[in-house]
DNA sequence: ATTTTACGTCAGTCATGTTGACATATATTT
DNA sequence: AAATATATGTCAACATGACTGACGTAAAAT
């Protein structure tokens, strides 16, 4: 930050900065979604499933509507997907009580396991990042990821993340 | 981390901590792309495009097999993304000099205006971010960030990424 | 002279996204 | 009670960007 070269020219050095930020936003998410990749291979499923099981595992009986939401697909795009885990058996739907139009969605005892076997190569690698990075580190990867996310829904999106 | 519930169960926490992490990438990465997508549409480019556009920005005069190994794509997906981006004159191939097979790959004027055009976007919202982040979490970010990268291959990736 | 490397290309497939139109059941509003 | 709105599902067509496999050509390396 403080350089020769940012003394001659102070957006240099910062351009540059943001420039690897972003690179690095890149490399590091292509990295962590490639262990996820591979165990869903073998059962012929892709990344969009996994997202799926994900936010379904996390947040049991969510309706259709809200894992839309999240996704920010059509709920078109949705069905393939979903139709695919409920008619394999990893999701199920169930009638909502208040709302008998929702279809709350849960993980099945097979759902549940994959989704265990899949975050646990991605909690794993996570963690050892944290590990290594510290605590100070951590707090700051949140702080500057939350900036990252969008203005217009940033409490709407951290009050999921940070739900419980 | 210091907590009741952790207290009770150590793992509690620190399991849905990283869940948390998980999800801040997920949706940060979402959004962080969600600019550049949306001018890239108005040229017909999508999001493949706007990584060699990038990377060939940034590396002027690159063959295409480092491209591939940055990408980590096979050469006929992205010949046709790269062949596309010759055609319409936004990228320019040189044969190599030292090495006449291959090809080098440099920005057209008009390349370049792209480039700078959707990398403003980004920069902009990740210079956001790291301003109300502070330098603290900016260096945490990138910490933890590296620390995701691919162990194998992680001091090739830096060495590109901090390249200059 | 042979083999390897860098690149290009043809052909087919798959996963995942899109739009648009329409259907059905249930809630809500008038 | 009737009309409208909402939650969901479904059919069809299409685009993008990945994949595999096979084959070709020019230049470099052995």
Redesign the pocket.
Known sequence: MTDVKSANNPLFLREEELRQAIELLFFAYRDFTAGPDQILKDY??????HRVIHFVGRNEGM???ELLDIL??????L?????NLIKRGFIE?RQGEE?????CLYLTEEGRQLEQKVSRVQRDLVARAFREAGGDAVAGYRKVLMGLIDEDNRDTVLGRVLKP
């Open positions: 012929n499923f892709g990344r969009a499933h309706t259709v509507s920010r697909i059509t709920k078109q795009s069905n393939r997907v979903l139709g739907q709302d008998r139009r929702q279809r």
